[in-house]
């Protein structure tokens, strides 16, 4: 299984943009792709999931529904929000194609996408382009 089944649309990419809600300019801290509900969403790299479930306020997953984070051997921290479902648990190690979940529609979102970032070291609010981690240039 590749990272994604079927194809995907950016709809959303890394750096400043609108944010939907609020109209003020932000920084995106990751790529959002298009992705139909209940799209079988798999692991781009292998590591150690370190948060599996609803993203609740003061945990850095706060606003992305259903979250899968996981740390690479490098330290840092892929983010996959808002998932319909979660299919890994908090502690598991993973490696490349591990179905994560299904794409969805939770939290702070305006429609079904799969919102995916890259936390350098861990760290939330520095953030890596997760282009060269989907290899879309």
Known sequence: M???TGGFKVT???GK???PFTKE????QGLDLALPKGTAVGSNISGEVIYAGMGKSGTGYGGYGNVVAIKDSNGNVHVFGHL??????K???IST?????????TGKSTGAHLHYEVRKNGELNNNLN???YLQLG
């Open 2 to 4: 590749k990272w994604a």
């Open 12 to 14: 959303s990419d890394w």
């Open 17 to 19: 943009r609108n944010d």
């Open 25 to 28: 300019v932000r920084t995106h």
């Open 84 to 89: 319909d479902s979660v299919n890994v648990k």
């Open 91 to 93: 502690g598991q190690k």
């Open 97 to 105: 194609g591990t179905l994560l979940g299904k794409s969805g529609n």
């Open 130 to 132: 997760p282009r060269k």
